[in-house]
């Protein structure tokens, strides 16, 4: 089932006019998914558009997007990264994508490589065979860890883990990305276009992915409405739901008001909550997020995400004579940082993979659980 949403909107000096859909012989502009906002109206309410609206009441479940992947966990936009938040049952990986001078595409937030890698230099400058040997890892969070050395991705082993393991893609298309139809047409061979989003930076590239990929859903940043008197004007976002089904980035930019703006026009908020802009913690600003009415948020660490919201994942323990690995019952990604009991009473912790090396047969190991993964036991 589609919802059909007449979107034709004419922005003034005087705000918003929007024609009734249930009586205007308006043509129809374009088709929404019913993965869109579950309040998507039939006639747009302006009088919900205001500062003091009230909220549309909270999503039964908020859809997580986790921000280059778990960043906090391994190295950002590595393949352990992704794992991990693909562990937490996540909806989206928000993913960097660059290009490089031979025209390949690399997960990588940074245009310049010197603070993050062993490397220097601009990746759009460089070749793929030349960012695939920087080391990931080389920087002061990650240097020698266990994740050192850690190898850049290239798109493709992205796209591979997120279609096998069932997520959603965030594509954070950066301004080095020329040919982003090229990008959607990859997307397309996975089969994620439809469970993804595209956020293209550059005015005139989010029509070259709708010219490959119709259906597929672009994300628009309110960065920068922050500048004008007032934030953005009352009735733009409505407005630009002509283009866009997913409105992000700044928490502090969104009130319930424009929430529900994007709402009457089919459209999904998940603003980011990563920083604590508005409560001074990530775990707050999801709250306040969802009290205001949004469909989700981008964070940084799921654990916590998945703690706060209340939907920890179930778990698995695997041994052998070798280790024992923690495991999210799902996908079978690792959970690191998880405290075990081995069956002399030992505690340790899990690491890469969600593993611990063990000398000899650990007899009965448990999992207590904590806010973000349920027990499991193993032996």
């Known amino acids: 089932m589609r919802r059909l949403i007449a ?18 012989s308006t043509p129809l502009l374009r088709t929404v998914d019913t993965q869109a906002s579950p309040f998507c109206a039939e006639t747009p309410e302006p009088s919900r558009w205001t500062a003091g609206a009230k909220p549309d009441k909270p999503v039964p479940r908020m859809e997580l997007i986790v921000h280059r992947g778990a960043a906090e966990l391994a190295p950002e936009n590595t393949l352990w990264a992704f794992r991990y938040a693909t562990a937490y049952d996540v909806e ?25 890698t062993d490397g220097s230099g601009y990746i759009n400058t460089m070749t793929y065979d030349q ?28 796209l591979a883990l997120a279609a096998e393991n069932g997520v959603g893609v965030a594509f954070d298309l950066k301004e080095s990305v020329t040919d982003t139809a090229s990008v959607a047409l990859m997307a397309a061979r996975y089969g994620l276009v439809e469970r993804s989003i595209f ?40 407005a630009a739901t002509k283009e866009y089904d997913h409105f992000g980035s700044s928490l502090p930019g969104f009130d319930a008001g424009r929430i529900n703006e994007a709402h009457d026009g089919c459209a999904q908020v998940m603003p980011n ?31 916590l995400a998945v703690d706060v919201l ?34 002399n009473g030992r505690k340790v912790t899990t690491g ?3 593993c611990v090396a063990l000398s000899g047969r650990a007899g009965r190991v ?14």
């Open 366 to 379: 448990r999992f207590a659980g904590d806010g973000s993964a349920r027990p499991s036991a193993v032996g």
């Open 199 to 238: 956020q293209p930076y550059v005015p005139g590239r989010a029509e070259q992915i709708k010219a490959v990929a119709p259906t597929a859903r672009l994300s628009m940043s309110n960065q920068g409405f922050e500048e004008l008197p007032g934030g953005a004007p009352r009735g733009v976002f409505y």
């Open 92 to 116: 989206y990986l928000e993913v960097d994508v660059q290009q490089t001078v031979d025209h390949r595409y690399v997960a990588f937030h940074d245009l310049e490589v010197d603070k993050k």
């Open 352 to 354: 890469l993979g969600g």
């Open 131 to 158: 960012v695939r040997k920087l080391n990931a890892a080389d920087n002061d969070k990650w240097k020698g860890s266990a994740y050192d050395p850690a190898q850049i991705p290239s798109l493709e082993e992205v």
């Open 310 to 343: 209340n939907r920890p994942v179930a778990t698995v323990l695997t041994a052998n004579a070798a280790r024992v690995c923690l495991l999210d019952a799902e996908h079978r990604q690792g959970l690191p940082g998880k405290s075990l009991v081995l069956g």
């Open 273 to 303: 909550v990563y920083q604590g802009d508005v409560t001074g913690t990530e775990a707050g600003d999801l709250l306040h997020a969802r009290a205001l009415g949004a469909d989700g948020a981008q964070v940084n660490n799921p654990a």
């Open 7 to 24: 979107t034709a909107v004419t922005i003034g000096a005087v705000g918003v006019a929007a024609p009734s859909r249930a009586n205007s």
